[in-house]
């Protein structure tokens, strides 16, 4: 259930902003809630958290609320003590987000991760580019990732040079201004650079096929400051001035929305794989994708020309 408040988005500016019924997961400011633009299809948070407050969030306390959970199961069923735990567990995905863009890189691509975390992306990806670089807010995460080898600092704008690749793999959901910043980045891409991003689908089959409350109110979190659809994206990157081509995929198996549906509650990742082999979560991934409801969003953007 929706009904029509007063304010205008902060993305587009439109005037036709509506609230969404919803809970907030770790929310640290009463006053806010959930809303929805109407225009341009985002969903956001309001009133958005100042800049300087959202650093040291990211600094000090958002790997500790969310660094060892995902988006789909509750922390106490991956428990990572560590934060080498933590990087090895996370390899496999990082591995096939390689894959999926593995023909498009070159041996001689500098590429930057915004959001490096505790750099596994960086080391499943090194071996395909010349060099490979992250930003990182949260010190201990950066420093794992330096560790590695790889050179990490907070913000694109502190290294010297061009990149011919960027990839925020749900990052720009926790960006106060994403036009903005995706403007900016053209300063530090090559001519013919490209932009990776992955963000949560605001369509996923929970929320818009099976409709469950409960998955609902696990989705909005005090972290992501946007919501985004096909729709919003493509409105965001084309407003930042590049041409794209959005995607959707489905990270989350057959069996966690069985364990939605039938407990309303997450833990369900892989729990039936001794029944539900991989080509029956192959095909029913490919049917959300098919009807734009897979749980993520990928787009391939490079810079428009005029």
């Known amino acids: 259930m929706m009904m029509a408040i007063?304010?205008?988005c902060g993305l587009c500016g439109g005037g036709e902003?509506?609230?969404?019924e919803t809970c907030i997961r770790n929310l640290r400011d009463a006053r806010t809630r959930v809303r929805e633009c109407r225009g341009c299809g985002v969903q956001f948070l309001h009133p958005a958290p100042a800049v300087a407050d959202l650093k040291q969030y990211y600094a000090q306390d958002y790997r500790k609320e969310y660094g060892a959970?995902?988006?789909y199961e509750k922390e106490a069923e991956r428990d990572y003590s560590t934060i080498e735990e933590f990087f090895r567990a996370s390899l496999p995905e990082a591995g096939l987000r390689v894959a999926r863009v593995k023909k498009l890189l070159r041996s001689t691509d500098r590429i930057l991760e915004i959001g490096c975390a505790s750099g596994y992306f960086l080391k499943e990806v090194a071996p395909c580019?010349?060099?490979a670089c992250g930003t990182e807010w949260d010190p201990s995460y950066a420093g794992h990732a330096k560790k590695l080898g790889f050179s990490v600092l907070e913000n694109p704008e502190d290294f010297e040079g061009r990149f011919d690749k960027f990839f925020m793999f749900h990052v720009l959901e926790h960006v106060t201004e994403p036009i903005a910043f995706l403007r900016e980045l053209q300063k530090k891409m090559t001519d013919d650079?490209?932009?990776f991003i992955e963000v949560p689908n605001r369509d996923d089959a929970l929320i818009s096929l099976y409709a469950i409350p409960e998955f609902r109110d696990f989705y909005y979190q005090s972290a992501h400051l946007w919501y985004f659809n096909a729709k919003s994206l493509s409105y965001v990157l084309q407003q930042?001035?590049?041409a794209s081509d959005i995607q959707y995929v489905q990270r989350y198996d057959l069996s966690n929305h069985l364990i939605w549906l039938?407990?309303?509650k997450p833990g369900g990742q892989a729990r039936y794989h001794h029944v539900l082999n991989d080509?029956?979560?192959t095909a029913y991934a490919e049917c959300l994708a098919q009807k734009g409801m897979g749980d993520t969003l990928f787009a391939m953007a490079y810079r428009r020309t005029k």
């Open 193 to 195: 650079g490209r932009l």
């Open 262 to 264: 039938r407990d309303r």
């Open 6 to 8: 007063e304010n205008r």
């Open 279 to 281: 080509r029956l979560n």
């Open 129 to 131: 580019v010349g060099e």
């Open 17 to 20: 902003i509506s609230a969404v």
């Open 240 to 242: 930042a001035g590049y």
């Open 69 to 71: 959970e995902s988006y």
